[in-house]
C-alpha cells in the first residue's frame, strides 16, 4: 500500500527550471487571488460598516410606515419634547437627556473644484443636529477642527468619497454648497466606522431654515443599561396623532443588510466566478508544462517511482506556486486595498482586508493550484512508458 514519494526539494527545484514559465504562472495567479481579495474585501467592508453603525442601547423614532427610508420622514418638532416627556429610563448626564432631534436628508451638495472648473454638485447625505448627537452617536469623535458654528458644517472622514471629491477639495476652511447657500467646512469627523462617517453634519435650526422646514425626520435617544423598548414602543402606539413607530438603532441597520442580501450575493457569485476562471487559466497553464515534461515522467516510472507519486509532486509543485501567489496578492491588498474608501448607495464605506479575506484568499490560491495540476497530471501519466520515452 505504501509507495515511494518523490524528494520535496524536487518539486521546488522544479519551479526554478522554467523560470518564464513559473513566473507567468505565478503572475496570473497572484491576479485572480487579487481580484478574489478586493470582492471579498468590500463584501466584509459592508457588512463591517453596517454592524457598527447601530447600538444596542439607541432607539431612532421616525414617521410612521417609512420602513427603512429614514430619508424620507417627517415628524413633528415637538416630539423631541414629548418622548422624553412621557418615557422613563433615557439615559441622563448633568440634567442632560440623551435625545437628539435629527433632519435627515439626501440632496444636492456643490463642490469647488480645484481645477478651476468652477462648481461641481453630486448627491450627498446631510444631517442637521444639535450637540446632544455628540452624546447619543457615541462613536462619533472629532478628529479635527471644532463643532459647527451658524453657516458652518463638519464632514465625516469618508463624505469626501461619497461627494466624489478629493479630500483636498473638502477641507478645513473650504466651502461647499447646500440649499443655494455656501457653507464653511468647520471639522473633520470619524464615528469608528459607522455609517455616519459619509455624511455632513451641520446645526439642525439652520439646516430648517435653509431647507425652510419646521419638522424632523427622527429623534434617537439612548436608554440607560437593562431597560426595555416596550414604553417606547407603547407610547409611538398610543399617539396615533403623531402617526410614529420606533425600533432599535441595531434592529433598523440590520433590516438595511437584509436588503443588501441580494448584492453580497452576487459578490459571492463574482467570487465563484474569478476563482472558477483561475483554475481554467490554471489548468491550459498547467497542460502546456506537463505536455513538455512527458520524456521526464516516463523516465521517473522506468526509474522505480509509481505515478501517484510523480502526481503528488505535481501537485506540489502548482501548490506551492498558488500558495506564494495567495502570499504576496494579500500583501498587495493590505498595501494598496485595504481601507480604500468606495462609494455606495447608502453612503461611502472602505474596503477591509481582514483575516477572514486573507483566508479566503489563501484557499483559492490553494484550490487554484490542487485542481489546476491534477487532470494535466492524469492525462500525461496514461502514455505507456516506452512512449513516453521515445517524445521530446
Given amino acids: 500500500m505504501f509507495f515511494r514519494l518523490l524528494p520535496w526539494e524536487y518539486g521546488v527545484r522544479n519551479l526554478f527550471r522554467r523560470p ?33 453603525s447601530g447600538d444596542a442601547r439607541t432607539a431612532i423614532v421616525f414617521s410612521l410606515g417609512m420602513g427603512e427610508n429614514l430619508e424620507y420622514s417627517s415628524i413633528a418638532m415637538r416630539t423631541n419634547d414629548l418622548v422624553p416627556a412621557s418615557i422613563q429610563g433615557i439615559q441622563e448626564r448633568y440634567g442632560t437627556k440623551y435625545v437628539s432631534p435629527e433632519l435627515y436628508l439626501g440632496t444636492q451638495i456643490g463642490i ?18 444639535t450637540p446632544t448627537a455628540c452624546l447619543v452617536r457615541r462613536q462619533f469623535e472629532l478628529e479635527e477642527g471644532r463643532w459647527p458654528e451658524a453657516g458652518e458644517v463638519i464632514l465625516g472622514r469618508l463624505a469626501s468619497t461619497k461627494l466624489g471629491a478629493d479630500k483636498d477639495e473638502v477641507g478645513i476652511g473650504d466651502s461647499i454648497r447646500l440649499e443655494n447657500r455656501d457653507w464653511k467646512i468647520a471639522g473633520i469627523f470619524s464615528a469608528g466606522g459607522a455609517a455616519f462617517e459619509s455624511e455632513v453634519w ?15 425626520s427622527i429623534v434617537a435617544l439612548t436608554l440607560e443599561p437593562n ?64 505536455v513538455g515534461r512527458i520524456s521526464e515522467f516516463s523516465m521517473l516510472q522506468t526509474i522505480g517511482f509509481v505515478r501517484r507519486a510523480i502526481v503528488l509532486s505535481l501537485i506540489q509543485e502548482a501548490v506551492i506556486l498558488g500558495l506564494a501567489a495567495s502570499l504576496f496578492a494579500s500583501l498587495i491588498a493590505l498595501t494598496l486595498v485595504n481601507e480604500s ?25 490553494f484550490m487554484l493550484g490542487f485542481l489546476g495540476a491534477i487532470p494535466p497530471a492524469i492525462r500525461a501519466l496514461r502514455m505507456p512508458i516506452v512512449d513516453g520515452l521515445k517524445s521530446v
Fill in 227 to 290: 431597560t426595555d423598548f416596550a414604553d417606547l414602543d407603547i407610547f409611538c402606539k398610543q399617539r396615533l396623532d403623531l402617526e410614529l413607530q420606533t425600533m432599535p438603532e441595531t434592529e433598523y441597520y440590520a433590516g438595511l443588510q437584509r436588503d443588501y442580501e441580494p448584492i453580497r450575493w452576487l459578490a459571492w457569485l463574482v467570487v465563484l466566478l474569478v476563482a472558477g476562471a483561475g483554475v481554467f487559466a490554471g489548468l491550459n497553464t498547467m497542460y502546456g508544462s506537463v
Fill in 341 to 365: 474608501a468606495i462609494r455606495f448607495t447608502m453612503g461611502a464605506f472602505q474596503l477591509q482586508i481582514d483575516s477572514i479575506s486573507i483566508l479566503i484568499g489563501c484557499g483559492v490560491g
Fill in 202 to 216: 451641520c446645526r439642525l435650526d439652520e439646516l430648517q431654515q435653509a431647507m425652510k422646514r419646521q419638522d424632523l
Fill in 20 to 52: 518564464f514559465r513559473t513566473f507567468l504562472t505565478f503572475v496570473g495567479l497572484t491576479t485572480v487571488v487579487l481580484l478574489v481579495l478586493v470582492v471579498v474585501g468590500f463584501i466584509r467592508g459592508l457588512e463591517s460598516s453596517l454592524a457598527v
Fill in 112 to 129: 469647488n473644484s480645484d481645477d478651476g472648473s468652477g462648481l461641481r454638485e453630486t448627491l450627498g447625505l446631510v444631517r442637521g443636529v
